[in-house]
């Protein structure tokens, strides 16, 4: 997992989105992620992974969404270069996914369902020099 820390970044014409990881200690990851629209932040959200027994759980808390009350998605797929967190009783997404592709590249991708419809966002991202 240690593939994940540090900061990434995708830009686009239209947005800036950025997710910066650093290891707490043994037991503990965390993340910020935010989208910059012409510098405004239009999305924030914090993350904790957490060793338990069973792998490593995401909790996310994300601005003016859920009351900004953490949700837990439990690890379902750990590999080195796959990470698979689930949460079957929450609508979207339930399912969350990072994907290494090399050393300085990286595909976020989240599942699941909108207005009865399966939807997923893909997020590729790049990882950005200390």
Known sequence: ?????????????????????????DQHLSAESYVLIKND???YERIILTKTAKGWDYTVSVRDQNKELPVTFAS????DD???????KHDFPN???YKKITED???ATIFGTQKGKPVSEVFPMKKMQP
């Open 82 to 88: 796959l990470l698979v967190f689930e949460n079957a």
């Open 76 to 79: 379902t797929l750990l590999s």
């Open 105 to 107: 590249s990286l595909i």
């Open 1 to 25: 997992m240690a593939w994940l820390e540090g900061s990434w970044r995708n830009t686009t014409k239209s947005m800036d989105f950025h997710e910066n990881w650093k290891r707490l200690d």
């Open 41 to 43: 932040t239009v999305f």
């Open 95 to 97: 399912r969350i996914e």
